[in-house]
């Protein structure tokens, strides 16, 4: 998952992306506020940090900025500033959460993994596909609790396409979720990596879990959602309704020759 993290404290700043590497998380860290607005614009970002000094006075502007927008991306701030009233214009601008500096790493990972899970709609950090477990926060891929073991780029596809599981992703997403608009290989490097992926769920038995949609990209498929469409029963055409519909034109018509 790609962080975009505005740097305010260098010191602090580094010692923020250095835990996020850690934890496997891809970091792009600008100064500039407007680079911010423009990045989160153009590329996609699983979540954005403002390390901010004085969250009042610069901090606003740029989530209103966000917000006016329509970008969604959940936001964290991070400041030395531990007042009510500045906490609470920062939720009520669009902010996501709000972090004291200085600050435990280990909480700021809690709270990462825990927006980015509730912003794809899992208040869990184990994702169940079929006979699939993915644990978000491990990183760690079983299949009928059977580790298989994954490349970081293999994992981060399949990150995507669990967490926005049945919408289709094209390839231009997945590369910018690998690479972030910098140094991006050829598109079909993508098609490669789908392919290992594939290979290596179908050796440890969960089938074809991937399917292509042309002209769009990919898309991961649930198989209980599939069971359940299958199992719908199918609707007869209405033969008895059509029926009686006949025989009272029949019988109106006979009534009509009646009278005549």
Not at 123 to 152: C, F, K, R, W, Y
Not at 155 to 170: C, D, H, N, W, Y
Not at 201 to 219: D, F, K, P
Request: hydrophobic share 40%; glycine share 6%.
């Amino acid at each position: 998952m790609r962080i975009l993290l505005l740097e305010n404290n260098f010191t602090s700043s580094q010692a923020i992306f250095s835990a996020l590497t850690k934890t496997s998380f891809t970091v792009d860290m600008v100064q500039c506020d407007q680079e911010v607005v423009e990045l989160l614009r153009n590329y996609d970002y699983g979540l954005a940090i403002l390390h901010l000094q004085y969250p009042d006075i610069y901090g606003y502007d740029i989530l209103t900025t966000l917000r006016s927008l329509k970008l969604t991306t959940p936001v964290i701030i991070i400041s030395p500033v531990n007042t009510s009233e500045v906490k609470t214009k920062a939720f009520a601008a669009g902010a996501d959460d709000y972090l004291i500096d200085p600050f435990d790493s280990t909480e700021l990972i809690a709270r990462i993994q825990a927006i980015l899970r509730r912003a794809h709609g899992y208040a869990h950090p184990i994702a169940q596909i079929g006979d699939l477990t993915v644990n978000l926060n491990s990183h760690t891929v079983m299949v009928n609790n059977q580790p298989i073991h994954l490349t970081g780029k293999e994992f981060a596809i399949l990150e995507l396409l669990v967490l926005r599981k049945g919408i289709a992703q094209t390839k231009e997403t997945f590369l910018n979720h690998l690479y972030g608009g910098r140094d991006e290989p050829d598109i079909k490097i993508i098609d490669v990596f789908i392919c290992k992926l594939r290979k290596k769920l179908q050796a440890a038995g969960v089938g074809n879990l991937i399917s292509t949609v042309w002209g769009r990209g990919y898309i991961l498929n649930d198989p209980q959602i599939s069971k359940g469409c299958a199992s719908l029963p199918v609707m007869n055409k209405p033969h008895k309704q059509s029926q009686s519909i006949s025989g009272l034109h029949e019988s109106h018509q006979h009534v009509a020759g009646s009278s005549a």
